[in-house]
């Protein structure tokens, strides 16, 4: 578990580490889980040849090695901290596939559309216990404390999906109950990216209470951010169909906030969500300005903006001259800046 | 964890330990998952009242805990195996009624029928995480091997239910392949149930490989049993439909024996599977018939009684005069003597 990488000149490298160890991990499992997982991560085709790497955003990868290496810990602990939340999200990514029927996921058909729904659900569960393995099988000074972290986080990313499920059943859904909801479903795990390094190799709680409060501002930014980006992203970079998620009466943080402003707008908006006919294009486009009329979207940007800034200001505690702080201060910077 | 009831005279009281701590661990987890897991397992209702305990057959649990009695582990031992051994079984249950669109388990509407296939996807994947909990926590000397031991048998439930979605889609499954798929999808699981105890408590090797071999053969011979109450059995007792297995063209192991017989009998059954036509009642009925000329019903019977002798046979090596071991024998001889 030797360090052999520098991260802060190499990061390339040390993501490279981290899905190495996603791959023997996965193959450990049955060869169709490996098929399976291997097309969902990006490493595989449909017939399971290898396919040249996506090059993806592996955000909470990248937090594990910067946050391990912030704490001044091993960056071996970062890899196994990175492999574990990555399968954790893949776990999670293939099941909200099937419950949600989203036909996309990175740019290319979703798994279950290629493999069917038995099998994403079958490869979701292996991924899970995999992420687990990779912790238990650490032989790090945390590692008992480091897979309960991990469970609890599994727990709330449950909690956070059912919430959402809910959501779309209901007529209205307020800015606060969102905020409970993202903070489950996406805070939570990135939370556990930047934590479960630190708590491997059992580094100072003072660090780990610091990357708690930075992870979870982080998460809600980056919730906040990709609410913003299922609206009014470039369908080309997000890899999302062009408004998306008024399409599908998603009640996003942008809509929630349109919805709660009190306006004819405000009205005009959730009776569109209430109504049962097809949302179209034009009612869609329309839908998109009405929010940008209330003021939503710029609160929305407003709020991811604020829990950046809230995020950065807390990697203060890590002490002082700490490069690895200063990446994953740039780093929250790229998150509410970005395009896809 | 001390020890307060006596296992050998007071079997009901261990149980209730047993389920007192699936309860706990469960209610952990958010609202959603305590009531679906609580209707699963069947002490609530469907709309989240308590219900009369059903008293269902808690094999695993069972076993649990007169394995761990039978190395003379601390009883505590055996109900945090129990525990956790039991919510890995829900968890796959829950998935696998989804997976396979089974409408009743244990004798009520399936939990998918009441609260949705995401809802059900969403609590066994809770439910997964809370059994690895169950252990993780339980500050047992051996905890973390068993957190290992309790996520390989995890890819081998999965694996083997994967061989079983595919053997629906396949002509011809040999015994052979039949056999591999049970001992994936049931015997792993149930090797764990008597090997997770005394794990926990660190017992000899030469004890836990006795064990593993009992619960291996054990594993068979109630797949092979359930095999053949899926065809012959009450189904007022199973709480499974009549004929069900044949309606549905599953390659159970009376199938897949009686068309490998090579008779005339079963070229039928192959072109009956084969076909795409509806199973009538008066069909499966026929179906069953044929499979019980060519010998089939009889070879699964003798099958599972060499599986439970041989079971039985390894209990030596845990000593002689050992109660808990005569118990886990008295319960492997009801394993093919039972009608549900």
């Known amino acids: 578990m030797t360090s052999t990488t520098d991260l802060a000149t190499d990061p390339i490298a040390a993501r490279a580490r981290v899905r ?55 960056e071996g602990l970062g890899v196994v901290a990175g492999a574990a939340v990555e399968l954790v999200h893949d776990f999670s990514l293939l099941h909200d596939d099937v419950i949600d029927e989203d036909a996309e996921r990175r740019h290319r ?26 912790i238990a099988t650490s032989a790090a000074p945390g590692a008992a404390e480091s897979v309960r972290l991990l469970l609890s986080s599994v727990h709330r990313l449950v909690s956070g999906e059912y919430l959402d499920v809910e959501f779309e059943t209901r007529e209205v859904v307020t800015p606060a109950e969102y905020l409970r909801m993202a903070s489950a479903k996406t805070a939570a795990l990135i939370t556990t990216a930047v934590t479960l390094g630190p708590t491997l190799a059992q580094s100072p709680p003072t660090f780990v209470t610091a990357l708690e409060g930075f992870g979870r501002h982080l998460g809600l930014a980056f919730q906040i951010t990709d609410d913003v980006l299922g609206i009014w992203g470039d369908p080309r970079l997000t890899g ?63 709020e991811g903006r604020r829990h950046v800034s809230a995020a950065v200001e807390l990697l203060g505690r890590l002490g002082p001259g700490n490069e690895a702080a200063k990446k994953l201060a740039e780093l929250a910077q790229t998150v509410t800046n970005r395009e896809r």
Do not use: N, Q
């Open 20 to 74: 190495e160890l996603m791959r023997e991990t996965v193959r450990r499992s049955c060869p169709t889980v490996a098929h399976i997982a291997g097309y969902h991560a990006g490493w595989l085709d449909a017939t399971g040849l290898p396919r040249a790497e996506p090059g993806g955003k592996a955000l909470r990868p990248t937090l594990a090695l910067l946050a391990t290496r912030a704490v001044g810990a091993d």
């Open 109 to 134: 058909p979703s798994a279950w559309t290629v493999f069917g729904k038995p099998a994403s659900i079958l490869t979701g569960d292996a991924l899970l216990a995999a992420a687990v393995e990779v």
């Open 240 to 302: 999302k169909p062009i408004l998306g998620d008024i399409k599908r009466r998603k009640r996003s943080f942008p809509v929630v906030t349109a919805m709660d402003a009190g306006t004819p707008d405000a009205a005009w908006l959730r009776r569109l969500y209430r109504s049962p006919a097809v949302i179209t294009d034009e009612l869609a486009e329309e839908a998109a300005e009405v929010i940008v009329r209330t003021g939503a979207r710029e609160r929305a940007e407003a």
